[in-house]
């Protein structure tokens, strides 16, 4: 069961009647992903619609979206039709996505009928300066998209007073939990829940400051087993691990999390995998200086850049021209950035085969304990 059987399951149901949950916080951040240009008014209106609305007009104009690996059409149309959702109200659509700025960023807000609102942040679409932003949080102290997620709150929390629920899937999650830290402190007070769904964490200079310690509190993380995202960067510590149907990195899709009832179910533990990788990219950062970073992750997508595609769908649909203009780039790097970046992606793989050491060591003292007990 996931949250599409959920709908069948509980769509019957609105939440006047059953309260909010953790499933209809996934399904509205997965909802989020669709593009409502010209369907769902900006922060300048306050006229709404409501989300069956929302869906035929997006229909009717017959919208044409990047592909992402976890299609919100899906869940969009399933949840028009359910009593549950159905009747929720949009509003407040902002979407700036700006190259030279380096920003990819999207929120709404729905005024649930519960009497409370739930805003939502996009996470990263296939748009390659949407995931060079994603990358910027290793060095910067706070990305242009994160400036845009706590102002875009406040002026929310200004419009509306009612109690507010923040969330987002992937970057969207981080997004949301920045904004609930640094917005204004009246905004703060109207805060019950915040949802990071799989959302990347936070360097060091923000996990420190007091604002993203008191904001702690009221932060769920939930992370598939296999997480290649809720991974990176320094992240909540309680976290609600998900069992998964998908494979390695498509757990991070939306869809393949198991859902039973109102809730996610646990898988076990995070896989091994999945913590190794955390480990790894963890020592690998604490190697790097800030500015080695913005060296590194800038010279990967400038080349990314030369390709002269916008998105990876793009590249994928045109391989060969990409790679020959990859390696054009590539080939006219100067000595210094080719030198930074060979150094950089070497300690990669030292810290990849350190972590990789200490877990060997780990099991192996686990093992002669576990002996030492069946003997002694």
């Known amino acids: 069961m996931n949250m599409m059987d959920y709908i069948d399951w509980r769509g019957d149901l609105s939440m006047a009647v059953a309260p909010f949950n953790e499933v209809d916080n996934l399904i509205l951040s997965e909802i ?4 409502f240009d010209n369907i769902v008014k900006g922060l300048q209106s306050d006229k709404t619609i409501t989300l069956s609305e929302a869906h035929e007009a997006y229909t009717t104009l017959k919208v044409k979206q990047d592909f992402i690996g976890h299609d919100p059409r899906k869940v969009l149309k399933k949840a028009a039709e359910a009593e549950r959702f159905k009747n929720i109200r949009l509003g407040y659509y902002e979407k700036e996505i700006d190259v030279k700025k380096e920003v990819q960023f999207t929120a709404l807000t729905y005024f649930l009928e519960d009497g409370t609102i739930y805003v939502a942040y996009r996470g990263t679409d296939s748009s390659i300066v949407g995931w060079r932003e994603d990358f910027n949080f290793v060095y910067l102290k706070r ?8 102002n875009y709150l406040s002026k929310v929390c200004n419009k509306v007073d009612k109690a507010v629920r923040v969330g987002g899937h992937s970057k969207g999650g981080n997004l949301a939990v920045y904004a ?4 204004e402190e009246d905004c703060k007070d109207k805060i019950i829940a915040v949802y990071s769904n799989d959302g990347p964490g936070f360097n060091p200079e923000i996990v420190q400051t007091p604002e993203y310690q008191g904001i702690l509190n009221k932060v769920q993380l939930f992370m598939p087993e296999f997480s290649v995202v809720g991974i ?3 992240n909540k510590n309680e976290r609600k691990i998900i069992d998964s149907n998908g494979l390695g990195v498509k757990q991070h899709n939306p869809y393949t999390w198991k859902v039973l009832g109102t809730e996610f179910i646990e898988a076990e533990k995070q896989t091994l995998t999945s913590i190794i990788m955390e480990e790894t990219f963890s020592k690998w950062y604490d190697s790097l200086s800030n500015e080695q970073a913005e060296e590194v992750i800038s010279t990967m997508f400038d080349l990314l850049d030369a390709t002269g595609a916008d998105t ?4 994928k649909d045109n391989k060969r021209e990409s790679l020959k203009r990859l390696v054009k780039a590539m080939r006219g790097m ?5 030198k930074a970046f060979t150094e950089a992606f070497s300690k990669l793989i030292a810290s990849s085969w350190e972590t990789i050491a200490e877990e060997v060591k780990k099991t192996s003292d686990k093992i002669k304990e576990s002996l030492t007990q069946d003997i002694f």
């Open 32 to 35: 989020a992903y669709t593009d």
């Open 143 to 150: 990305t242009e998209g994160q400036n845009n997620a706590r």
């Open 180 to 183: 609930a830290a640094f917005c």
């Open 232 to 234: 990176l960067l320094s």
């Open 312 to 315: 990876f769908a793009e590249i």
């Open 334 to 338: 100067d000595d210094s950035t080719q």
